[in-house]
């Protein structure tokens, strides 16, 4: 059996993806370049759960250095990729720009490079919510107008979108993007506000709502995502598709009042928060809502994990790994 390549493999959804692939009896080679955006550590925790495991080998690499993800390819095998591995954020990217071309745009152009001189299955690569801006139409849908990007992020997801497509028409290579929206569960990102909220509301510290909670987020659970990105990599576009490049949405569509999730992690936590409220963020938008229908039709598949079951399950994990 080919390898699959998952690229952010150390990172938040990558580790889930390359673990129900394994569980499936997937071979995988993970790549990542455990960048200090965050604490390694916890990048190092997740990997631990992996190494070790049949079927998996993992190397360190920066995807922007070419020669290297040339070699990779070169002698990789791949089956099929699925492209996870990108600087996330989109506060931060105010504050290092560069990072976000050098990992989003520089190294997903590695990768389409190396699909382009060693064919794959399958090329499905991650993008985000993020790139419908500040869209007053919900829920968002893929064929919406998605050239107003609000943040750098944003811009390089677009940019991502543009690319794939170009490769794919050009080079006839078979690619899908997904459009994450929100995700959050176990093992995720210490910048996202599951983990920012669950250690200041355990510490008694104050809670930053911004908008000054007038935002709604389509909160989607990673086993959603896992299941999602699982089903569209099992189902290439057609042959005779020109060309052979789809978008799909991949979210809750069941968005949730911010207040509302706060609530939900208070409940779960069996403490209540300090809350801050504050004006809107540079970048961010006021709320986010998933069509899936186009991924429900082609796969069968839409998340349906309800906040309360996710927020429960996230604390659990939450309170055993930090012992808290």
Wanted: with cysteine; glycine share 8%.
């Amino acid at each position: 059996m080919p390898p699959t390549l998952v690229t952010g493999a150390a990172g938040f959804i990558g580790f889930h993806l390359a673990k129900a692939l394994l569980d499936r009896g997937d071979v995988v080679l993970g790549v990542d370049s455990m960048v200090p955006y965050y604490d390694v550590r916890l990048k190092e925790a997740r990997l631990a759960q992996l190494t070790g495991r049949p079927g998996f080998t993992f190397e360190r690499l920066d995807l922007a250095d070419r020669e290297a993800t040339s070699r990779l390819f070169e002698r990789g095998g791949f089956g099929a990729v699925v492209h996870l591995a990108a600087q996330p954020g989109v506060r931060y990217s105010l504050e290092n720009p560069h990072a976000y071309v050098d990992a989003n745009v520089t190294g997903f152009l590695d990768v389409l490079e190396g699909c382009r001189r060693h064919p794959v299955r399958h090329l499905v690569y991650a993008s985000s919510s993020s790139v419908y801006g500040g869209n007053t139409k919900v829920p968002f849908a893929v064929t919406d107008n998605v050239d107003h990007p609000v943040s750098l992020y944003a811009a390089t997801k677009k940019a991502n979108e543009l690319m794939a497509y170009t490769y794919s028409h050009l080079f006839a290579i078979p690619a899908t993007g997904l459009r994450f929206f929100t995700v959050y569960g176990p093992w995720g990102r210490p910048d996202m506000a599951p983990m920012l909220f669950a250690r200041a509301i355990l510490e008694g510290q104050p809670i930053k709502v911004f908008n000054h909670g007038q935002m709604r987020r389509d909160f989607t659970y990673v086993d959603d995502i896992v299941e999602g990105v699982i089903r569209v990599l099992d189902r290439p576009p057609a042959a005779g598709v020109v060309p052979p490049h789809r978008l799909y949405n991949i979210g809750n569509s069941q968005p949730v009042e911010l207040l509302r999730f706060i609530d939900v992690m208070e409940a779960a936590l069996g403490k209540k928060a300090v809350r801050e409220l504050l004006p809107m963020q540079p970048g961010d938008v006021p709320a986010t809502f998933a069509d899936v229908s186009d991924l429900e039709r082609d796969v069968g598949f839409r998340p349906a994990t309800s906040i309360e079951e996710g927020v429960r399950r996230f604390v659990a994990w939450y309170r055993a790994y930090h012992r808290a």
